[in-house]
């Protein structure tokens, strides 16, 4: 089952179970493939790597204003936003633990020969490739810094 069917039976469910703030989260999802299909001229098929990618957008999205509202003292809101973003999470898969993380980096930065800093954009471009959707970008980021020396 593709995420796109995973989204649309989950959408059914929270309509049945009248469930407001899971049903919006589901409801931006179904919209951003919706867009995202059409915006490809046509109604294109998302490969698994494109919905994942819209997925993370909209937890990122939302996450972003939620530390906005919570800066706004508008504690509701932060409320709502947070829960939208762990549902949408549900449909990305499990991140990585630190320790994995660093293994990876070391391995992309022997196979690209990366010595120092002036050398991070060849390994953040490996890096956030092999990585999507498993790491967040300032996670790689901040460990491939740490690893050439910068």
Do not use: W
Request: charged share 35%.
């Amino acid at each position: 089952m593709s995420l796109t069917e995973k989204i649309s039976s989950d959408l059914i469910n929270a309509m049945k179970a009248k469930d407001k703030v899971v049903l919006e989260a589901i409801r931006a999802a179904k919209t951003a493939f919706t867009l995202a299909r059409t915006e490809k001229s046509g109604d294109t098929v998302l490969t698994a790597e494109e919905e994942l990618k819209i997925i993370h957008k909209l937890v990122k999205q939302r996450r972003e204003s939620a530390a906005i509202y919570q800066e706004q003292n508008r504690p509701d809101l932060y409320e709502k936003e947070i829960i939208e973003a762990e549902v949408l999470e549900k449909y990305l898969p499990a991140k990585m633990s630190e320790e994995e993380l660093l293994n990876i980096i070391k391995g992309i930065i022997a196979r690209v020969g990366a010595k120092s800093p002036a050398d991070m954009g060849k390994v953040m471009g490996a890096a956030t490739k092999e990585l999507a959707g498993k790491a967040d970008g300032k996670e790689i980021s901040a460990k491939v810094k740490q690893l050439l020396g910068s």
